[in-house]
Nanobody, 119 residues
Framework: QVQLVESGGGLVQAGGSLRLSCAAS????????MGWFRQAPGKAREFVAS????????MYADSMKGRFTISRDNAKNTVYLQMNSLKPEDTAVYYC????????????WGQGTQVTVSS
């Protein structure tokens, strides 16, 4: 069974950077698309960015464009989220997710990693 394990979260000052990683483990792993979402306290989960596993095409939420960069390493079954110019409002639990097949929604989720940005 495939599992997603996020890492790289932590406490950072405003203006700082963090890089999140999400590694997929399991005997076989295939994906159509991988994405990052986040959920702040008291708020709904929101889309951050996604990347096509084969195509490499990327999508970003408007508020993250220019600050966040998603990338992947297919050989390591890992997706990354480089976050720069962090703001206190970026504080949230960040989740990695996978769409295993085209036509399906995000059907595999990690446990999340906390990102806290202090002002």
């Amino acid at each position: 069974q495939v599992q997603l394990v996020e890492s790289g979260g932590g406490l950072v000052q405003a203006g700082g950077s963090l890089r999140l990683s999400c590694a997929a483990s399991g005997r076989t792993f295939s994906a159509y698309r991988m994405g990052w979402f986040r959920q702040a306290p008291g708020k709904a989960r929101e889309f951050v960015a996604s990347i096509g596993w084969s195509s490499g095409t990327t999508m970003y939420a408007d508020s993250m464009k220019g600050r966040f960069t998603i990338s992947r390493d297919n050989a390591k079954n890992t997706v990354y989220l480089q976050m720069n110019s962090l703001k206190p409002e970026d504080t949230a639990v960040y989740y990695c997710a996978v769409r295993t097949e085209v036509g399906l929604g995000y059907n595999l989720w990690g446990q999340g990693t906390q990102v806290t940005v202090s002002s």
